[in-house]
């Protein structure tokens, strides 16, 4: 059912028309400091958003038990958000085309320093076509793209002739539980589309990703008596050491995947967060770090975590003072396995077309070696789900940036692929 | 003026009498949890039980700009305290003796995760004839002797026949800036007793000590990147490696000292605090390490800073990241110099007696690897300064705990001692 190229020109159009109504919706999602578990005026915002343009809307909780329950639940803890998922539904007046998961995460990850921001991080200043500010990027202007494509088609009189399901959620950035409890509450679809900054290519394959707390707790003394206590943040820094020869161990591994072996450092340890000790003269009592790792689509992320605990266990054990002292391995996040789109979906072929008449090029896709939502719609709802949007910059950096005209281009393909896979009627 | 085995024995059968309400006073110190910041309500204590024992109190602020004027003044911040000094001021009817600092210090480390105490750190339980609790034995029994030693002389019938400053300090544990301003307000005397747990012996030399604040900032990015990005934490790391060496470096230079020559590692660098980065998932921006390392007391701290400073500026110059982002290095604390107490002096003799005549051994001295308030007195007072007390274990670790048999012991010892060198009148 390819639509022609008259109403992919209207479409194209249309957005254009609502493109400044776009940048000022995306500003004001930047407004909102998001960081996890203050994502609660921003899903008030999206769900307001979405019953104004004629939506029904599902404010729903976490169901912890069903997310423990489940193999892709990642783990929780208190640190984690208690703020609602929000799903706007659309349906049309008879269902005639392939239904659509249009999805979007609205949590960013923490600012950092503010004086390494050139402007405020929650200021949405435009500076020569980017507007910067964290979750710009990652991703509120991919939510406000697949907000504005389901506008486009309205502006010109039309919507989707399917069940279209807008889904905010929260939590993509430490457990993708969010995404998970839009499967657990039951919605389902003929294929997703996640609008993440991703330099207009769509997502091959994306890496599963695993959170978790290394913690060393040692016998401090003063430090005038140094030899004879043991100072915890250096054990921890020791079991570090051991951590990041398994790294290298995983990547050599990765040579013979048929994805990821043409990637030179797939898996990546990150050191994210360390804190120890707590007075400059006494040897540290305790030491807690932080920790990202990822691992290959086809690792379940219990295999993956059972290799970091073998690895931790072993070092500690050659240790002298690890071995009366072994350090505790938390998983306090992320536990999640990667995914791999199919090539040869319909939903694919869609997206190619749209892509190519809007942007003039063939679509490129990549690989991913971060955590994407688009897993669950993959893994659980065994659906095409396609990862693909604009370009952005310094996502979980300083003076993060997305690309306007990219998010304008992205918007007018995702509209373009609405109307094809769903198909249209008239308002 | 040796006094006679009579007073002696009267001294001690009196610190024996008054041992009950010596041991309920020390408890009602532990229960004050006087971190850094916090000894203002342990003060007004010290305050009321000095004005009490009919002494003039002198309670006075740190005068931030005399102290940082002086060479023995340690770098002040808003983490310092602004808790006042008192000083209890005893005057015979006629000064016939010889004058004496006693001197002791209310504030204490952070006692840690509450986990690992056996019991909970401000409360003073005594188990076996050991008191325990975060201060007990640094210093708080010290400072209960200093003035229950007075009360000993008091119940008796007697007083010191000079002028005797019973000085409460704080900021002992980071910077020594409260020894100073003692001496900065004018305090003079011909002798100083600190009574630091010092398993009952003298101190013959300490060393000097300096805090520092290494600070490393790194390109943040997303993990996923983690090739193009800088981690913070791991480059502070490397820093510490490399002051690892310099620790080596210096202690190997320690052979040839006439004092610290026989010590196997007198110079300890502590990596006492570590905080770094926010979010698991984002390279870390910024990592800050406290430490702590100590010089020879022949080397001032200038000198020390130097050689410290330029380890990090040599070692960051050959790091091609730190190349580019160079660690900054603040002094946040101690920036205090050893000193050396001269054998021969009339007062040591003094305390060697007193010492003898109540413990039965010989007097035995110490070389402290750790900071020491003494060395104000020493250095810039210029007055011998006896820094003895009672035995006390893992002080700055967990379950601090104080020897109540030992408390006594050394309280009858100061009796002594401050009986011999000021000599004593009626009340």
Redesign the interface.
């Known amino acids: 059912m390819a639509i022609d190229q008259s109403l992919r020109d209207r479409l194209t159009n249309s957005v254009a028309a609502g493109f400044p109504g776009q940048v000022s919706f995306t500003q004001d999602l930047v407004r909102m400091p998001s960081t996890r578990g203050n994502e609660h005026t921003v899903q008030d915002y999206m769900a307001r958003a979405l019953r104004s343009r004629g939506m029904d809307v599902d404010v729903f909780a976490m169901d912890d038990e069903a997310i423990a329950r489940h193999p892709g639940g990642s783990r929780i803890s208190s640190t984690h958000s208690r703020a609602p998922i929000v799903v706007g539904i659309h349906r049309p007046r008879k269902e005639t085309g392939r239904s659509l998961i249009l999805q979007g995460h609205v949590d960013v990850?923490?600012e950092?320093?503010a004086d390494?921001w050139a402007t405020p991080p929650y200021d949405p200043v435009i500076r020569d076509g980017w507007m910067h500010g964290r979750g710009a990027g990652?991703m509120k202007a991919g939510v406000a793209s697949a907000v504005f494509a389901l506008d486009a088609l309205r502006r010109i009189g039309l919507q989707p002739a399917a069940t279209v399901y807008m889904q905010s959620v929260v939590e993509e950035?430490?457990t993708g539980n969010g995404a998970l409890m839009t499967h657990l509450r039951g919605y389902r679809a003929d294929a997703a589309l996640i609008a993440e900054p991703g330099n207009e290519g769509l997502t091959r394959a994306n890496l599963g990703?695993l959170?978790f707390q290394l913690e060393v707790?040692g016998?401090?003394?003063?430090?005038?008596n140094?030899?004879t206590?043991a100072?915890a943040?250096?054990a921890a820094?020791r079991v570090?050491g051991a951590l990041r020869k398994l790294e290298e161990e995983l990547n050599a591994e990765t040579a013979s995947h048929p994805l990821f072996g043409s990637h030179?450092?797939p898996i990546?340890l990150?050191?994210?967060?360390?804190?120890?000790?707590?007075?400059?003269?006494?040897?540290?009592?305790?030491?807690r770090i932080?920790?990202?790792i990822a691992c290959l689509p086809e690792t379940s992320a219990a295999e993956a975590a059972r290799r970091i605990e073998a690895c931790v266990t072993d070092f500690a054990r050659s240790d002298s003072f690890l071995a009366n002292n072994p350090p505790r391995v938390e998983w306090n996040?992320?536990f999640a396995e990667g995914y791999h789109l199919e090539p040869g979906s319909e939903a694919e072929r869609t997206l190619t077309e749209a892509h190519r008449s809007v942007i003039g090029q063939p679509l490129e896709t990549r690989l991913?070696?971060?955590?994407l939502d688009a897993r669950v719609y993959a893994l659980y709802d065994r659906i095409p789900v396609l990862n693909y949007g604009c370009t952005a910059e310094?996502?979980?950096?300083?003076d993060e940036r997305v690309n306007l005209a990219s998010v304008q281009r992205t918007t007018a393909v995702i509209a373009q692929f609405i109307a094809d896979w769903c198909g249209v009627e008239p308002v």
């Open positions: 990850v923490p950092g320093p390494m990652d950035e430490s990703v959170w707790r016998i401090p003394v003063h430090v005038a140094m030899g206590g100072n943040i250096d820094y570090v030179l450092h990546n990150n050191i994210g967060k360390i804190e120890g000790g707590d007075w400059a003269s006494s040897v540290p009592a305790w030491c932080d920790c990202r996040g992320f991913v070696t971060a955590y310094n996502y979980h950096g300083f």
